[in-house]
């Protein structure tokens, strides 16, 4: 008759919890501050029983350090593959930014539900227009499978920081601005081309009001081709969240 291990079973738990637990708190639409901390536990438990017949019983050996060790691991893990995503939707924001200077709409803040924090107003329509898509896409799907396969290559116990993974996530992160500026260039190239064409007309008219006629220009052109491109925004963050899967993945990789 097999014997029943409940310590084993409540430290795959435990660790598989922490791992689960990670994803409720790093990573985009899990993450949100909008979604209760109930319900974010309540989703932790439920993958974490479903999730055991992957991982099933631990056979650690180890003490009171050894466990913070390998809980301190598993909670890298939803860190790296919040990270990740968490970068994409930087990028939109940033993006946003760039576009409400341009544009004259940095001046313009609404509280932003998911930081708390006052934001520009186009930033935060660049961001949940990104949460939009991403939902759209699935993404959150992505996610969780991604998370169960972590479990095959990433045993409870066997995840650690090193130089190669911290790294990683820097170079991930210098991917922020690239992506921004491919979400905000059309915008920014209109509203330059506007200046250029009022820095000629001054320099022509020096009594032509060029600060209200350029703002209210830069506004209008650069609606217009916000709104232009955001047909190419699908096709576009896709590809930024399936690289930003991919990379969550290699990343995970390096921590073993």
Known sequence: MPVLHLDRIVEAAVFAGVRIGGIMIFPPFFGSDAIPIPMKAAFTIFLTALLYPVYGPLALRADAMGWVRVAAG??????????????????????????????????????????????????????FTALLIFLQLNVHHWLLRGLAASFAYLPPGSAFVSGSLA???????????????????????????????????????????LIFAGLSIKNILGVLALAGTLRFWPSLLERQFTAAIMSGEHLLHLAH
Do not use: N, R, Y
Not at 108 to 119: E, S
Not at 182 to 195: E, F, G, L, R, S
């Open 167 to 209: 790294g990683g996530l820097l170079h991930a992160a210098g991917a922020i601005w690239l992506v921004a500026l491919q979400i905000a260039m059309p915008v920014i190239a209109a509203t330059m081309i506007v200046d250029i064409v009022l820095g000629f007309v001054a320099k022509a008219s020096p009594q032509f009001p």
């Open 74 to 127: 598993e909670l890298v893990i939803g860190l790296v593959l919040g990270l990740s995503l968490q970068f994409v939707f930087e990028a939109a924001l940033a993006a946003g930014q760039m576009v409400g200077i341009q544009t004259g709409f940095s001046l313009i803040t609404i509280l932003d539900p998911q930081t708390q924090a006052d934001t520009q107003v186009l930033a935060i329509f660049h961001q």
